[in-house]
Structure formats: structure tokens, C-alpha cells
């Protein structure tokens, strides 16, 4: 009897989590092996597939998920025991949320669409590509190759080849993945289908941390240079450009994208305080640690230093020069985000701008009803955080 009174919950639980949070089977693409399209650890890529119905069947968005990079064998072998090194340790079922809903009222321009979440595990923002495998760590660098893998399947085995419409999204690093394969997806379709790409929390900027040291821009460039990514960046960019791995950097890259691109991220971006502005290595005494976990335990000097942050990121935004197609939604919520969160995405307080949320600009944006280019005003803005 209390098996059964546990099997009964189970369910209870199943069916209430799906009511909010839509549960989708996680596909592990094992055909992808023979084409050396496989994780660090050379097992199968994986996605989660959920099919458009009446009106969104022709319509498809695929979400790249994020989770850092690893730039040294060592660390590359680390991730290689977890979810984003290996897809042995995926989960067999996702929950899809945000953009990736199916509730008409939280999701309402996506809902119906065939709607796809590439799971990372290759730890180069899905641009690697180095043939031969290190015999000492049996490390595969084939990042660019899982994403070719997978937009194959969903084009020629799953239908994605006919879409009317389609985005390229992703989040940290996946939103860093779809800046850079932007230019590429939008040639898998037709010339009258309407692509666009969305990057959330993924416009790294090349700044320097608060001890004046190029950081970020030493670890792009062995991040590049492990996985073998110059040769998946934006040609343009890296025939201009002396240094290749900059192109890894979307101020950069950005500039040489063609495909109308919405930019959604914080000013504040957490994960950009915590790891390019102070990273450990510039904060030998912790005195920022207080400051960095929650921006209102700031002292007024390291408030100042943000607000230097914020205004590099608004440069750095501004390098990308003026565009009509090119959308973003800039908050000052001192977070690192991501559109698969309702609470972000779409709900009753979520962040908004000139009183939409990011919802609404996307789609508005998309579906050509209006333009969106907004940037919120500098902290203590932002009561509409989480």
C-alpha cells in the first residue's frame, strides 16, 4: 500500500510540474558519434525537442543552453565528469519554461512553435573543432560539429528545413554560441523565411579587471586556442582582425553579423563582475566578496567602479554601430539571467522597459511590429529585479 501511496505522488507531482513547467524527453543524438560530433568526453550530443502545433508548426526556436567554458586540458577534464562535458550525466527529461514555454499566456508569441534546447557540453561556446583527440586525456574538441550534428536532424530528419520562421537563441555562453553561428543558420533556410537571433546574457565585453590586468581577454584567448574556435568565428572578423581569439569577444564579432540580432543583458552582468571586473586572482583579500554576492552591500568606491562597469558595457555596445533590425533590452539588474526563467522572461514582475517585458520586445521585434532598443537607468535603477 505505501508503494502505491508513493507511485500516486509521484504522478501528483508529475502532473502538477507540468502545468508550469513543461517536461520534455531529452534525445541523445548517438548518430552523431560517427561524425565526431561528441561531448569532451566523447559521448553522444543532446537536445530536447518539443513539436509546434497549428499555427507554430512551420516556426522554430532553437534555445543554445550556456554553462562557462574551459580553456586548459585540466579544466576541460573536469567538466568532462559533469552536464556540460559529458552527456552521460544528462538528465533524461527537461523542463522547458520562459521562451521555451507552451503556455499561450506566459509565452504568447512562441508557445506553438517547435521549440529545441541544445544541451552543452563542449565548453567552447559550440565553435571547437580540432580532429585529433588527446591520447593523455582522451579529450574531443568538437564543439562547431555538435551544433552542425544537431541543426542536421532538426533540418533533414525533423522538418526545420521548411520554417517560415526561426530563431537562433541562446543564454551565457549559448547566447555567446548564437552571436557567432547567427550568420551561419540563417543559410540553412530559405531567402523568404524571417531568421533572427537572440543572445541572452552573452555580450562578454573585453574589459579589464579593477587591478588593470586583461583577464578575460588572456582567458578568450586560451579558451580559443585549446579548442581550435578561430576557424568558426566570423571570417570577417578574423581576417581584420591581428588577434583572432578577440572575435570571440561580441562586440567585436557582432559587428561583422549580417542576421538582425536582439541583445538582452544586464549592465551589472553578475557573472561579468564576478569573473572580469574582480575575479579572484584581483581580489586577493576578498574585500569585494560581500560586494560582488549582492550589489547593495557595495561600499560608494566599488559602487563607482560599477558605474565605470556599466558605462565600458554601454561602449562596448555602442562599437556595434547603428542598426534598424538590431533589437536589445540593456536592464541594471545585477544578475546574470537567463529567458528560460519565467520570472524573467514574462510574468507579472518581470524586469521591463518603456513598460514591456522582455516578452514583448522580443516579439515585438521579431514579428516586425515595432523596433526595441532600450537601456535601463544606472543603479539604484532596477526595482523590478529578482
Same mark, same amino acid.
Given at each position: 500500500?505505501?508503494?502505491? !501511496?508513493?507511485?500516486? #505522488?509521484?504522478?501528483?507531482?508529475?502532473?502538477?510540474?507540468?502545468?508550469?513547467?513543461?517536461?520534455?524527453?531529452?534525445?541523445?543524438?548517438?548518430?552523431?558519434?560517427?561524425?565526431?560530433?561528441?561531448?569532451?568526453?566523447?559521448?553522444?550530443?543532446?537536445?530536447?525537442?518539443?513539436?509546434?502545433?497549428?499555427?507554430?508548426?512551420?516556426?522554430? &526556436?532553437?534555445?543554445?543552453?550556456?554553462? =562557462?567554458?574551459?580553456?586548459?586540458?585540466?579544466?576541460?577534464?573536469?567538466?568532462?565528469?559533469?552536464?556540460?562535458?559529458?552527456?552521460?550525466?544528462?538528465?533524461?527529461?527537461?523542463?522547458?519554461?520562459?521562451?521555451?514555454?507552451?503556455?499561450?499566456?506566459? %509565452?504568447?508569441?512562441?508557445?506553438?512553435?517547435?521549440?529545441?534546447?541544445?544541451?552543452? *557540453?563542449?565548453?567552447?561556446?559550440?565553435?571547437?573543432?580540432?580532429? +585529433?583527440?588527446?591520447?593523455?586525456?582522451?579529450?574531443?574538441?568538437?564543439?562547431? /560539429?555538435?551544433?552542425?550534428?544537431?541543426?542536421?536532424?532538426?533540418?533533414?530528419?525533423?522538418?526545420?528545413? !521548411?520554417?517560415?520562421?526561426?530563431?537562433?537563441?541562446?543564454?551565457?555562453?549559448?547566447?555567446?554560441?548564437?552571436?557567432?553561428? *547567427?550568420?551561419?543558420?540563417?543559410?540553412?533556410?530559405?531567402?523568404?523565411?524571417?531568421?533572427? *537571433?537572440?543572445?541572452?546574457?552573452?555580450?562578454?565585453?573585453?574589459?579589464?579587471?579593477?587591478?588593470?590586468?586583461?583577464?578575460?581577454?588572456?582567458?578568450?584567448?586560451?579558451?580559443?586556442?585549446?579548442?581550435?574556435?578561430?576557424?568558426?568565428?566570423?571570417?570577417?572578423?578574423?581576417? &581584420?582582425?591581428?588577434?583572432?581569439?578577440?572575435?570571440?569577444?561580441?562586440?567585436?564579432?557582432?559587428?561583422?553579423?549580417?542576421?538582425?540580432?536582439?541583445?538582452?543583458?544586464?549592465? !551589472?552582468?553578475?557573472?561579468?563582475?564576478? %569573473?572580469?571586473?574582480?575575479?579572484?586572482?584581483?581580489?586577493?583579500?576578498? #574585500?569585494?566578496?560581500?560586494?560582488?554576492?549582492?550589489?547593495?552591500?557595495?561600499?560608494?568606491?566599488?559602487?563607482?567602479?560599477?558605474?565605470?562597469?556599466?558605462?565600458?558595457?554601454?561602449?562596448?555596445?555602442?562599437?556595434?554601430?547603428?542598426?534598424?533590425? /538590431?533589437?536589445?533590452?540593456?536592464?541594471?539588474?545585477?544578475?546574470?539571467?537567463?529567458? +528560460?526563467?519565467?520570472?524573467?522572461?514574462?510574468?507579472?514582475?518581470?524586469?521591463?522597459?518603456?513598460?514591456?517585458?522582455?516578452?514583448?520586445?522580443? =516579439?515585438?521585434?521579431?514579428?516586425?511590429?515595432?523596433?526595441?532598443?532600450?537601456?535601463?537607468?544606472?543603479?539604484?535603477?532596477?526595482?523590478?529585479?529578482?
Amino acid at each position: 500500500m505505501a508503494a502505491v !501511496y508513493v507511485v500516486l #505522488v509521484s504522478l501528483l507531482f508529475i502532473w502538477t510540474t507540468t502545468e508550469a513547467n513543461l517536461i520534455v524527453y531529452t534525445t541523445f543524438l548517438e548518430s552523431a558519434i560517427a561524425k565526431g560530433a561528441v561531448c569532451l568526453d566523447g559521448s553522444a550530443p543532446a537536445f530536447n525537442f518539443h513539436p509546434g502545433t497549428g499555427s507554430g508548426v512551420y516556426n522554430w &526556436l532553437i534555445q543554445l543552453q550556456g554553462g =562557462g567554458w574551459c580553456d586548459s586540458a585540466s579544466d576541460c577534464q573536469d567538466r568532462a565528469t559533469n552536464g556540460y562535458g559529458t552527456s552521460k550525466n544528462i538528465s533524461k527529461i527537461g523542463y522547458f519554461m520562459g521562451v521555451l514555454s507552451n503556455d499561450s499566456q506566459l %509565452n504568447p508569441d512562441f508557445y506553438n512553435w517547435n521549440r529545441i534546447k541544445v544541451r552543452y *557540453c563542449d565548453g567552447s561556446s559550440y565553435t571547437g573543432d580540432i580532429e +585529433e583527440v588527446d591520447p593523455a586525456t582522451n579529450l574531443h574538441f568538437r564543439g562547431a /560539429r555538435i551544433f552542425k550534428a544537431i541543426m542536421d536532424e532538426l533540418l533533414y530528419h525533423k522538418g526545420m528545413i !521548411y520554417a517560415e520562421n526561426a530563431i537562433l537563441s541562446g543564454t551565457s555562453a549559448g547566447g555567446l554560441g548564437a552571436i557567432l553561428h *547567427c550568420d551561419k543558420f540563417r543559410l540553412f533556410f530559405s531567402l523568404t523565411a524571417r531568421v533572427k *537571433c537572440i543572445s541572452d546574457a552573452g555580450f562578454f565585453i573585453n574589459a579589464k579587471t579593477i587591478t588593470d590586468e586583461p583577464h578575460i581577454k588572456e582567458y578568450f584567448k586560451r579558451v580559443v586556442a585549446l579548442h581550435g574556435s578561430a576557424k568558426n568565428l566570423p571570417l570577417s572578423c578574423t581576417f &581584420l582582425s591581428l588577434d583572432p581569439s578577440l572575435c570571440f569577444f561580441p562586440q567585436y564579432a557582432a559587428q561583422h553579423i549580417c542576421t538582425p540580432l536582439f541583445i538582452i543583458n544586464s549592465a !551589472y552582468d553578475s557573472w561579468q563582475i564576478n %569573473n572580469s571586473l574582480v575575479p579572484q586572482e584581483a581580489d586577493p583579500r576578498h #574585500v569585494w566578496d560581500f560586494c560582488k554576492g549582492n550589489i547593495n552591500n557595495c561600499s560608494l568606491s566599488q559602487i563607482q567602479t560599477l558605474q565605470d562597469f556599466r558605462l565600458t558595457f554601454l561602449e562596448a555596445l555602442n562599437e556595434l554601430g547603428p542598426s534598424t533590425s /538590431r533589437g536589445y533590452f540593456i536592464s541594471s539588474c545585477h544578475s546574470h539571467k537567463g529567458i +528560460e526563467a519565467q520570472a524573467y522572461w514574462s510574468y507579472n514582475n518581470s524586469p521591463t522597459l518603456a513598460n514591456k517585458t522582455i516578452a514583448e520586445a522580443v =516579439g515585438d521585434w521579431f514579428f516586425d511590429r515595432s523596433g526595441f532598443q532600450e537601456v535601463y537607468c544606472p543603479y539604484p535603477c532596477g526595482k523590478s529585479c529578482h
